[in-house]
């Protein structure tokens, strides 16, 4: 099964423990700090609250500097889970944004076998192509490009998903947190 962490995640995360800050049983709050010992480098707190699930500190997934925040009703019990779709777990922290590394993995399938797709056999090398300069576009100039080869269907374009590095870090913290909070 394919999984959004990278193996340096992992690894980076290997050394922290779990500390508890705050633990308040009639306010439903716990807040708990992972990290390895002595340091804040590669620190995250999680905050378990009743309207949801706050990750802060030196680390955690999503563009804010600040943190981020689960969707409303969300609590440790659930962020503590042994086995969880990393999907799901993506889909209440992070938002879905074009992503060009998916687009090209998209383009590239299409392009090795465009007749699955319902596309023309002559396309599938201007497909190739286009994959591997996904990068060098934005959002819009991958629109338009798409739109000049005739392959808007109306159904947006592809390429959307999480973003990787974001989705990784996430799982990755989701994934430790876990493994010491059980082990309490």
Request: aromatic share 8%.
């Amino acid at each position: 099964m394919k999984t959004y962490i990278e193996p340096h995640m992992r690894t980076a995360l290997t050394g922290h423990t779990l500390t508890p800050l705050v633990r308040d049983e009639g306010a439903r709050i716990e807040v708990w700090r992972m990290a390895r010992a002595g340091t804040r480098a590669m620190s995250v707190q999680i905050a378990g609250t009743p309207e949801g699930i706050c990750l802060m500190g030196d680390l955690h997934p999503g563009p804010d500097r600040n943190g981020c925040c689960s969707v409303f009703g969300r609590g440790l019990r659930w962020f503590s889970q042994e086995q969880m779709s990393e999907s799901d777990l993506c889909s209440k922290f992070l938002t879905r944004a074009w992503v060009p590394e998916i687009a090209a993995e998209t383009l590239r399938r299409w392009g090795a076998n465009p007749g699955d797709y319902g596309l023309e056999a002559c396309q599938a090398g201007t497909i190739r192509v286009l994959a591997t300069r996904v990068h060098d576009c934005d959002e819009r100039q991958f629109y338009d490009a798409l739109t000049e080869l005739g392959l808007d269907d109306g159904d947006g374009i592809p390429g959307y998903g999480y973003p990787p590095e974001d989705a990784g870090w996430l799982c990755a913290i989701q994934e430790r947190f876990s493994a010491l909070y059980r082990e309490r």
